[in-house]
Each structure stands twice: as structure tokens, then as C-alpha cells.
């Protein structure tokens, strides 16, 4: 007899408690592949998530530009930078953090927002453009499940007030379609889509705007004197940075020359406004091209110069004292004025003057301009107490090199006009040994110690800082710009709705209208456009049931 006990098979006589259901079975997705996982690749980087994502990026990825100089701006910034910061300068150097705008990662980021973009747009184009040739879908069965549900009894025969109906609702702007003999449906707000495609255009318009500005426009700073001159050429710009496909032999001819700089300050004694700028305006005499006319042209800092396409756009002033200096043999090796650069609200100016002809030792000048000397304080040393020059003064600090030697080489290597360095020069001393220190008043001539030469401060003039800008695809942004907010404001204030209509005749000559409504998002709006609708209507009775109103209505006959 056997002891082992069997499972009864499943049937007739089989113990339903026995039957257990076995493992599920093992499912087994079959590979991507290459094709398969660059499909899926492809899918992710065309999604709205992932250009959210890299437009966010992209903002993000320029901050640093922001936050440290650039070599488009300002290289000798960079390069002190480097100076400074030895130890991690380099590594972002090297990443590219001092070249932002045109570093690979910054561009890949760009590159692929751009495509992203295309990816998004081009398929809802497709898709909206099929929608708006689709008539509004069938009338529902059930319009009482809907939100805004009304019911009414109107005189007239049922087609008679379907037509009225189809009337008012065309006026509302709605796309109508009739079904039938009993009902109709309408649509409108496919603007607010409309509007959500025009800002994705325009704004894969501005990126291309901005791109191409890139490419066929340039910028440069200068910086020009009282009296002087410049031309739009690229040896008289102190830093000029052109882009790619910029011929800068062909660039507009134009020129200007700064005949005065009108600054004017707040001088109300003790008031809380004392020495706050009021004015700064810039009297040019402008030549669109050599030979041409001139003109009388005032530009301030919200009212740029328009001349040959480009802009130039005042960003700064400063003084330039106007300094003779001659070497120990007597003989002029410096004459001009030299831009100051102001470090406080005072206009307190730090400046260098680099003098390699003086003979028979080469002569280097650092020191501050006072535009109104208020004496020295004993940890910022000499101090200015007005913006305006009614006090000037120059405190100057002197060093020379040894006889016929060369000090002041830098071999190649590229300086900032503002740093003198001193390591290959011996500073000027007082007959007690301490360090000679000059302050010199306008028109004032102090004779150098050791027969090193002198120094005249012969006046004090202006001078107006200027960025010149030319960008071909200004207004082409510019338009992409306002439509980009005209599409955005359209897809946040404009609806989708869809409103359907039902009427069945009682027999009596009169008829019995049901519209509802539904809206694509949330739309609190829908019960009164329902009502706004059966309001037209002549003669209308309201039932005095909506789709809520109904619902209660049945509860209490049940109950």
C-alpha cells in the first residue's frame, strides 16, 4: 500500500482548496540594441522635459560668465586674474570659464536646447495644424455628466432654434459642426496653442538671432580724450572683439571726435544727495564716412550714438591729467594726457605713466588724482572729497631704472597700461632716505631728485569711455522677442473650450435645449459661458436644472 499521497487532477471530483496557483511566469523584455537605445535617446532629448531642462541649463551655465572677466571684454582683466589666483585660475582656464560664450560645453548646451526645440515643435505643428482642419467631435450621450449643464424649454421648432444656436455661437468665434438634426458642437481657443507654438518658434528664432549676431557682429571699447579722435577702425580700439565671419577690413568708415564731456554733480552742502551724478553728456562731432559732412551729435548713457549700423554707447568718464615729463638730459620723452581710473564715489583715480625714452634712466609714475584734494587720512592716504575738479591735485610716487638700462621690456607678454612693475625699478628718494612722494597742483613743475628730469602737470581734462556694438540681428531678435511674449500671453489667457448642444422637440411647439461645456485644464469659467449661450435664446424657461442641481433633484425623490 502505498503511503505517498497524490494531488487529485483538476475536474470532476478535484478539491478546489488543492488548486494553487504555479509561479508567474517569467517575462523577458528583449533587448534595445543600438537602434533601439539611440530611438530611445532620441525620444528623451525631443521631449518639453528635457529642453525645460536644458534651457535651465543654459542659464545656469552662464553664471560664470557673470561672475569672472572675460577675454571679449576685457583680456587685461584676465590676465591679472591669473595673476592673482595662481593656484585654480589655471584649471578653469583650461574648462574654458574665461571664454564662456564660446566654450564647448556652453555650446553643446546651446546645441542641443536648439535641436530639442525643433524636435518639440515640429511634431504639435503637425499635430495642431490637423486639429484645426478636424471638426469638433460628436455631441456626448450623457450631457448631464458635463460641467456647466443646463437645461431649458424655449418656444419654436427644434431645427429653428438649432440654427440660433450655430448663429450665436459663431459670433462667439466658435467652430461650429452640426450632426446631426438634434445637435451641434463648437470649439474655440485653439489661439492659446497657436500662441504656445509662436513662442517655441520665437524663441528658436532668438537663439538663432543670437547665434548669428555672434558670427557677423563685433563690439570693442575705447577709450577717447577730450580733443581726440577716434576712428571705426580696429587700431584705435583699446580692446576689439569681432566675430567669426567679420571682415574687419570692410567694417563702416565712420568717426567721431569728443569735443567736451559735460559732468555735472550734486553740490548742495550737508544734503543727503551730495555729490550724486546729475549729468553726464558727451558733445561728438560725428562723420559717417571719410570726406562726408559733419554733425553735432550729444549722446548720455540711456541715448547711444546710431552711426554706420552701429551703436556706440557711452559707459564711462574719468579724468586725464596732461603731464610733460622730461628725462635728466632735458629732452621731452613724455607729453599728453594720461586716463585716470576712478576707484571711488569721489572720482579718487589711480593712473601709471610708463616713460621707456627718458635718457639717461627710463622713468616710471604711479600715483592717484585728487579731483578735490581733501588731504591725507593715515590708512587710505590722500583722499578726495568731490567728484568735481575744483581742488585738483596729483600725489605721485617716482621710480627709475639704472642708467641705459632697459626696465620696462615685457617681452611679448602682454601688461595692463594701469600696473607699472616696479621689480626692475628703484624708487625716487628724499634727501632724509624716505620715498619721494610729489603733489603737485595744475601747472606746477617739480624737478626730479639725482638729475632723474622733471615732471609738469600741465592741466586737467575729460575723457568718455565707449562700447561700440554692431549686431546685424538686433531687430530680428527684437521681433522674435515680442513675439515670443505675445505667444506666451495668448497660451496663459486664452481657453480651449468645447460647448455642445442638444434639442428634442415636446410636441407642444416648444423645445427643450441641453448645452454643456468642457474645457481643456481647469476653467471655472465654464458655467457662466454655458449660461451666457442660453441666455440669447427668445423666450427661454429655465427648467431650473444644471448638472449639480439634477443630481440633487434625483437624491431626493429616491429618498
Not at 612722494?437 to 622733471?454: F, S, Y
Request: net charge positive; with cysteine.
Amino acid at each position: 500500500m502505498s503511503t505517498t499521497s497524490e494531488r487529485p487532477a483538476s475536474g470532476a471530483g478535484a478539491d478546489v482548496d488543492d488548486v494553487r496557483p504555479g509561479p508567474p511566469p517569467e517575462v523577458r523584455l528583449p533587448p534595445l540594441g543600438t537602434v533601439g537605445t539611440l530611438r530611445w535617446a532620441w525620444r528623451q532629448l525631443m521631449s518639453m522635459r528635457t529642453a525645460l531642462l536644458l534651457l535651465l541649463l543654459l542659464a545656469v551655465a552662464a553664471v560664470p560668465g557673470s561672475l569672472l572677466p572675460q577675454r571679449r571684454i576685457n583680456p587685461a582683466q584676465v590676465q591679472q586674474f591669473l595673476a592673482d589666483h595662481p593656484g585654480y585660475a589655471g584649471w578653469l582656464d583650461r574648462l574654458g570659464f574665461f571664454d564662456v560664450y564660446s566654450s564647448v560645453w556652453f555650446s553643446a548646451i546651446y546645441l542641443l536646447l536648439f535641436v530639442s526645440l525643433v524636435g518639440c515643435v515640429l511634431p504639435r505643428t503637425r499635430a495642431h495644424l490637423r486639429a484645426l482642419r478636424t471638426p469638433p467631435p460628436r455631441t456626448p450621450r450623457r450631457l448631464d455628466r458635463l460641467p456647466g449643464h443646463r437645461r431649458i424649454t424655449v418656444p419654436g421648432a427644434p431645427d429653428a432654434v438649432l440654427g440660433e444656436l450655430a448663429v450665436t455661437l459663431r459670433r462667439r468665434r466658435y467652430r461650429v459642426a452640426r450632426h446631426d438634426e438634434s445637435s451641434l458642437s463648437a470649439e474655440r481657443g485653439y489661439l492659446g496653442e497657436t500662441g504656445n507654438l509662436a513662442f517655441h518658434v520665437s524663441l528658436l528664432a532668438l537663439l538663432a538671432g543670437v547665434a548669428a549676431g555672434s558670427l557677423f557682429g563685433y563690439s570693442g571699447q575705447v577709450l577717447v580724450v577730450e580733443g581726440q579722435s577716434f576712428s571705426n577702425s580696429v587700431p584705435y580700439y583699446d580692446s576689439f572683439t569681432p566675430g567669426t565671419r567679420v571682415d574687419t577690413g570692410s567694417i563702416a568708415p565712420f568717426s567721431f571726435t569728443l569735443d567736451r564731456m559735460r559732468v555735472r554733480f550734486d553740490a548742495q552742502d550737508g544734503g543727503s544727495q551730495f555729490g550724486a551724478p546729475r549729468q553726464f553728456d558727451a558733445d561728438l562731432t560725428v562723420r559717417n564716412a571719410p570726406g562726408e559732412s559733419a554733425r553735432a551729435v550729444t549722446i548720455s548713457p540711456n541715448h547711444p550714438l546710431d552711426v554706420g549700423g552701429a551703436r556706440a554707447f557711452l559707459v564711462g568718464n574719468g579724468y586725464a591729467p596732461v603731464l610733460t615729463i622730461r628725462g635728466g638730459n632735458g629732452t621731452v620723452a613724455f607729453s599728453g594726457a594720461v586716463p585716470f581710473l576712478p576707484i571711488g564715489g569721489n572720482y579718487k583715480s589711480l593712473g601709471v605713466v610708463k616713460v621707456p625714452y627718458a635718457k639717461p634712466r627710463q622713468i616710471g609714475i604711479t600715483g592717484f588724482l585728487l579731483p578735490t584734494f581733501g588731504g591725507f587720512d593715515p590708512q587710505k592716504g590722500p583722499v578726495s572729497i568731490f567728484p568735481d575738479a575744483a581742488l585738483p591735485r596729483l600725489a605721485l610716487g617716482v621710480f627709475v631704472s639704472r642708467p641705459g638700462e632697459d626696465a620696462m621690456t615685457t617681452n611679448g607678454v602682454p601688461t595692463s597700461v594701469y600696473a607699472l612693475d616696479v621689480s626692475r625699478l628703484t624708487p625716487l628718494k628724499e634727501a632724509d632716505g624716505d620715498q619721494l612722494r610729489l603733489l603737485l597742483q595744475p601747472d606746477q613743475t617739480v624737478t626730479l631728485p639725482d638729475g632723474a628730469g622733471t615732471v609738469t602737470f600741465d592741466g586737467l581734462r575729460r575723457y568718455a569711455a565707449f562700447d561700440v556694438r554692431y549686431d546685424p540681428s538686433k531687430v530680428w531678435v527684437l521681433a522674435a522677442a515680442l513675439t515670443a511674449l505675445a505667444g506666451v500671453t495668448a497660451s496663459l489667457f486664452v481657453r480651449r473650450r468645447r460647448l455642445w448642444v442638444r434639442v428634442s422637440g415636446t410636441g407642444e411647439g416648444r423645445t427643450v435645449v441641453e448645452v454643456a461645456g468642457l474645457s481643456r485644464g481647469e476653467d471655472a469659467g465654464i458655467p457662466a459661458e454655458v449660461r451666457s449661450v442660453v441666455a440669447t435664446l427668445r423666450g427661454a424657461a429655465d427648467d431650473g436644472v444644471d448638472a449639480a442641481g439634477e443630481r440633487r433633484t434625483q437624491r431626493v425623490e429616491r429618498e
